[in-house]
């Protein structure tokens, strides 16, 4: 997977459509039965409004760094301006957005402690959207559609998804050759007529099939029968625990998801959606997009409540889902970024490490006090060379970058082609750099770099008895000897 592709999402311009709601979380502390009824008291301690329905497919592309325009209505209320108020900050495109009087904007309220649900209380009246509303989009389409990429279609079934303004949007994106992603509900897929790809999960699917599903090729030809019968390019079947399944052509891909603790997954459909709706204009496979879809789900379904995740937090558990801890170079900055913005303190220290020995790990252990996260730069066969003559390393940098990495001190390793390590230290600034003590008196070239950015350079402790030079050369006086 080429992850440099993800940087082209800044870029994106996407149009969504769809239900938009407020969810609000009443949150508190339970001590007490009521002595009028043997319902538990809420002790409130906070409340948290966030947007909801298609509004959290917003906040999801928002988050990622993507351009987007709105469209759709909501009341003329409180909660609408909430809405709107919300758009604004995030700097959405609101020009073809509206709100009228007669309508009144869906609130969804949610009693919780201790990250559990007791009760939900929804406020809605559904019904489709203004009749001038449509006219008005009509009138404009041209104009609605201007320089986007993709569109998203976040029916939640409260009415503003009908047939009449869903087709309009589909046949006109289709004349632009738009891709059109639609996350489902109800029965009726004849709305989503012509779309790309439809985003059914499979409490969905099953209902709209009307069949249990519970063989995997009941669910490959119902899956068929239904892309078929819409003329769907494509269909994405999210299925929890299960992860995700595509189909294409004749056939169903299966991605499984990513174990990850599950807290809440209220708003992972509209993740995978935001997801899959940011990298189909890109030159990614399709394949390629499931399975970063499946790890946005997986990241989401972690956190407590309508959640989004930012590109870097992407990227880091793209690299956090390998197996190994070494990083390529094109996407450390992305990781610690998102360590940065989860407040870890970095630390920075590099080497050859040619004939791992207890010396280096002393280091590591002292180094790994400085902060929270300790990377590693290992200098690559041609770099050691460079510092240290032909005849070095001993031991060559997949197997350097194996040992270093199978330590628990260390959190990740970077292999470094530069003879030094300015780019690199350039490239992700970390808070701190560590040095040997034997530096303290010599030129450091990227002490001045460090101090420009804020960095801090530290010195630890050697072992005096213990290095490289002195293992080899104490291994050639044995073999001498024989």
């Given at each position: 997977m080429n992850i440099e592709k993800l940087h082209e999402i800044s870029n994106k311009n996407i149009l969504v459509f769809g239900d938009y709601m407020i969810d609000k979380y009443i949150i508190g502390k339970v001590n007490r039965i009521s002595p009028e009824a043997p319902v538990p008291v809420i002790e409130v301690e906070q409340e948290q409004i966030k947007l909801g329905g298609a509004?959290?497919?917003?906040?999801?592309?928002?988050?990622?760094?993507?351009?987007?325009?709105?469209?759709?209505?909501?009341?003329?209320?409180?909660?609408?301006?909430?809405?709107?108020?919300?758009?604004?900050?995030?700097?959405?495109?609101?020009?073809f957005f509206k709100k009228y009087q007669e309508l009144k904007t869906i609130k969804k309220t949610r009693i919780v402690s201790k990250k559990q649900q007791f009760i939900r209380i929804d406020e809605e009246k559904r019904e489709e959207l203004p009749n001038q509303y449509y006219k008005y989009i009509e009138k404009y389409i041209d104009e609605v559609l201007e320089n986007i990429d993709s569109i998203v279609i976040s029916?939640?079934?409260?009415?503003?998804?009908?047939?009449?303004?869903?087709?309009?949007?589909?046949?006109?994106?289709?004349?632009?050759?738009?891709?059109?992603?639609?996350?489902?509900?109800g029965k009726d897929y004849s709305k989503y007529k012509g779309a790309t790809?439809?985003?059914?999960?499979?409490?969905?699917?099953?209902?709209?099939?009307?069949?249990?599903?519970?063989i995997e090729k009941e669910i490959l030809n119902y899956g068929l029968k239904i892309k078929e019968d819409y003329k769907l390019k494509y269909l994405i079947i999210t299925r929890s625990e299960n992860g995700i399944s595509l189909i294409k052509k004749n056939n169903k891909y299966d991605f499984p998801a990513k174990a990850k603790e599950v807290i809440?997954?209220?708003?992972?459909?509209?993740t995978v959606v935001s997801i899959i709706a940011s990298l189909i204009s890109t030159d990614l496979?399709?394949?390629?997009?499931?399975?970063?879809?499946?790890?946005?789900?997986?990241?989401?379904?972690?956190?407590?409540?309508?959640?989004t995740l930012t590109l870097d937090e992407l990227i880091s558990n793209i690299e956090s889902n390998t197996d190994f801890k070494l990083l390529k170079l094109v996407t450390a900055k992305y990781v610690i970024n998102d360590l940065k913005k989860k407040g870890k303190k970095i630390v920075f220290t590099n080497g050859c490490f040619d004939m791992l020995h207890v010396g280096h790990l002393a280091s590591f252990k002292q180094a790994k006090k400085f902060g929270d996260v300790l990377i590693v730069a290992i200098n690559s066969d041609s770099s050691?060379?460079?510092?240290?003559?032909?005849?070095?390393p001993i031991i060559p940098q997949k197997d350097r970058i194996d040992m270093v990495a199978s330590l628990e001190v260390i959190d990740y390793v970077i292999l470094m082609e530069d003879?030094?390590?300015?780019?690199l230290i350039s490239m992700i600034q970390p808070d701190v750099c560590v040095k040997g003590e034997d530096w303290k008196n010599k030129n450091i070239p990227e002490k001045s770099l460090i101090e420009s950015y804020g960095g801090k350079l530290e010195f630890v402790k050697l072992h005096q008895d213990k290095s490289t030079t002195k293992i080899i050369e104490k291994v050639l006086k044995v073999y001498e000897k024989k």
């Open positions: 509004g959290n497919v917003i906040n999801n592309l928002t988050s990622l760094g993507i351009h987007v325009r709105a469209i759709g209505c909501v009341g003329d209320d409180v909660a609408g301006n909430t809405i709107i108020n919300n758009f604004i900050n995030q700097n959405v495109d609101i020009n029916d939640y079934a409260k009415g503003a998804v009908s047939k009449k303004f869903s087709q309009l949007i589909i046949e006109e994106a289709n004349k632009r050759n738009i891709p059109i992603i639609v996350d489902p509900k790809i439809c985003t059914p999960n499979m409490k969905e699917l099953k209902e709209v099939t009307g069949e249990d599903l519970e809440d997954v209220s708003g992972a459909g509209d496979k399709l394949d390629e997009i499931c399975i970063l879809a499946n790890i946005a789900a997986s990241i989401v379904i972690s956190k407590f409540g309508t959640s050691v060379k460079e510092n240290k003559g032909d005849l070095r003879k030094n390590p300015i780019n």
